[in-house]
């Protein structure tokens, strides 16, 4: 059995309100907002009342009604429980709820503050903390707004109150107390994590970057002058890399920024020079005779020796190599043979051709004896007897 009154008949009937709702809350609201207030007060009453919305009643746009229940919630008149579709909740009108639950110092900040979580709204111990950005962190009041908006966009509406004091200390530790300062570095963390980001998509990564990650982005952009465009010309260079990372990205910025290379074009320039280099070091190593490709520490030490206006042409490089092809260690004896025409300034092929003629021609009486066939150890005695040490050429450090 449904026994109720008709829609007619509730119009007539009488809805309660709390003298303290005129006298304490009234005052301070605008019209719409009381509007919307005793019109749901009226629907609580009569929920057959309900089946036309507030806003249709009210011919107010649904935006409207909704900040009206967000400053009445901030008020502790009502609590809304959900956002899509609108669930309100109301709460019994007590004197105590605004003058002892919100300090009146605050009551301005409470109420900016629970317009801008809607319709979540902490609670007295949450609030607690939230004081305690103000008194104890010293952050001003515009500034705590601005740290909960921005936690609130890194982990969502829902985002627990001890990251937002966790980040609260960073802040008042690295001295960001205002709220033009905190603009400045929210502005500037989203920049840094866009940034970061980019990275790791170009990795194929799609986790959010770190905050260590995004600290070492920033180095690199704010204290060694990279752009994003820049330090993404560099990630191709980690393609043979197992697992690419910051880290290593970080080892070859820091190579480029010691060579004052931190522009886009110039980063693309020397990423030309070092395939064409590349490129070189597999045709010697195929002179040579030997399958593995070059390293890239192999490239360096090529490249070592050919660098600058006294440095050995490409051509007398290769003939080298073709000296080396049934050494036990190639490598190792092209890199004995370079050194040793570096420092006697072979600039041609033909001078190239008459030191290895000589060679051969001063190794050839010992052929007869035990040893071992051109070995670098053997082509270094029978040039200058150069010292053991000099002889590894360990130019990894180039």
């Known amino acids: 059995m449904n026994i109720h009154f008709s829609t007619e008949a509730q119009k007539r009937e009488q809805t309660p309100v709390d003298n303290l709702f005129f006298s304490e809350f009234m005052p301070d609201a605008e019209g719409d907002a009381v509007k919307v207030y005793l019109y749901g007060l ?12 507030i806003g249709e009643a009210l011919s107010l746009p649904e935006g409207a009604v909704r900040t009206a229940f967000v400053y009445w919630q901030s008020k502790g008149l009502v609590r809304i429980l959900k956002d899509e579709p609108m669930e309100v909740e109301y709460l019994t009108v007590e004197q105590p709820a605004l003058t002892t639950a919100v300090p009146l110092k605050y009551r301005s900040f409470v109420r900016t503050l629970n317009e801008l979580i809607a319709p979540r709204r902490f609670n007295m111990n949450e609030m607690g903390h939230i004081y305690d950005c103000i008194e104890t ?9 601005e740290l909960v908006s921005h936690c609130m966009e890194e982990k969502g509406r829902n985002v627990r109150i001890q990251y937002i004091v966790t980040v609260a200390k960073s802040w008042a530790d690295a001295g960001i107390v205002t ?5 400045a570095y929210i502005a500037n963390a989203t920049v840094r994590k866009h940034g970061a980001t980019a990275v790791l998509r170009r990795w ?6 770190t905050l260590d990650e995004m600290a070492m982005y920033d180095r690199w952009v704010s204290e060694w002058g990279f752009d994003d465009e820049a330090i993404l010309a560099v990630c191709p260079r980690l393609t043979n890399t197992a697992s690419p990372s910051f880290e290593a990205l970080g080892d ?23 395939s064409d280099e590349k490129e070189f070091a597999r045709m010697v190593f195929a002179r040579m005779g030997k399958v593995a490709s070059p390293t890239m520490g192999d490239v360096r030490q090529l490249s070592a020796f050919m660098d600058g ?10 003939l080298a190599a073709e000296e080396c092809a049934d050494a036990e260690r190639p490598f190792g004896k092209l890199k004995a043979i370079l050194k040793d025409w570096t420092e006697k300034k072979i600039g041609t092929v033909e001078e190239a051709q008459r030191a290895l003629a000589e060679h051969r021609t001063f190794a050839r009486p010992q052929e007869g004896r035990s040893r071992r066939k051109n070995t670098l150890l053997n082509y270094a005695e029978n040039n200058a007897k150069a010292n053991v040490a000099d002889i590894s050429l360990d130019l990894d450090e180039l």
């Open 309 to 318: 206006p006294e440095g050995l042409s490409r051509e007398v490089v290769l």
């Open 137 to 145: 962190f010293r952050l001003e009041e515009k500034t705590v707004l």
């Open 252 to 274: 070859r910025l820091r190579e480029l920024y010691e060579q004052n290379k931190v522009k886009a074009a110039d980063i693309r320039a020397d990423s030309d020079t070092i």
């Open 179 to 183: 709220y033009e300062q905190a603009r």
């Open 204 to 209: 194929n990564k799609r986790r959010p970057p």
């Open 42 to 53: 009226m629907q609580c009453r009569y929920p057959s009342m309900g089946d036309v919305s």
